[in-house]
């Protein structure tokens, strides 16, 4: 789930993204200040919009992507519960912008330039991705942005397919994470060797 808040570009609207709706015919249904969306041919749900979110959730700030504290999230359910909608809303808060450890990297069978890693993420989670950075391979300290993230730009990270590889989340070059000073030079942010596996990582806004 990706709870995203910015009060300069969209308004006072609080999204909450559950689900991927690319490709999928949306079907919304609104009740008062709450927007339910979903997929119209499954009844998935894919998220909410929460209009004048400021009114109902306190201490709302944010610039894209926000963790909500257990008061906000609390408030959130009721929102939606006052609504009159019965969904269960469960809140994903763990890290999605963490610092990865690149244990292995092979050429990707059916490319010339992307490469399939398996890295390591913290608390035993070993993820598969694939990367096409000119500079990736074995051994490396890298920032990695899990599935459910969204990136400074706006796009949001979900597992996908590279030419028939499956990849779980998306390593990351400075000017990607919006980081001052980032690098013109293609490739990915390299970090220090002593960097903490899992440590989250702090984006630009």
């Given at each position: 789930m990706i709870i995203s808040y910015n009060l300069n570009a969209v308004g006072d609207v609080l999204l909450v993204v559950v689900g991927n709706g690319e490709g999928k015919e949306i079907k919304t249904e609104r009740k008062g200040h709450v927007v339910k969306i979903s997929d119209s041919q499954t009844d998935?749900?894919?998220?909410?919009?929460?209009?004048?979110?400021?009114?109902v959730i306190t201490d709302l700030t944010g610039v894209g992507q926000i963790h909500l504290t257990d008061e906000q999230d609390?408030?959130?359910?009721?929102?939606?519960?006052?609504?009159?909608f019965n969904d269960t809303i469960v809140i994903d808060d763990t890290p999605k912008f963490v610092v990865g450890y690149v244990k292995t990297c092979v050429p990707h069978p059916d490319s010339n330039h992307l490469s399939i890693t398996e890295t390591e993420v913290g608390n035993g989670e070993?993820?598969?991705?694939?990367?096409?950075?000119?500079n990736i391979r074995a051994g490396l300290k890298v920032v990695v942005a899990?599935?459910?993230?969204?990136?400074?730009?706006?796009l949001i990270i979900w597992p996908?397919?590279?030419?028939?590889?499956?990849?779980?989340?998306?390593?990351?070059?400075?000017?990607?994470?919006?980081?001052?000073?980032?690098?013109?030079?293609?490739?990915?942010?390299?970090?220090?060797?002593?960097?903490?596996?899992?440590?989250?990582?702090?984006v630009g806004i």
């Open positions: 998935e749900l894919l998220g909410w919009n929460i209009f004048d979110a400021s009114n609390a408030e959130l359910k009721q929102a939606i519960k006052d609504a009159g070993t993820l598969q991705i694939v990367c096409g950075a000119p899990k599935v459910g993230a969204m990136m400074p730009d706006g996908g397919e590279l030419r028939g590889e499956a990849s779980f989340g998306m390593i990351c070059s400075a000017k990607e994470l919006n980081l001052s000073n980032a690098p013109t030079k293609k490739g990915i942010l390299e970090l220090p060797a002593d960097e903490q596996i899992g440590r989250e990582f702090q």
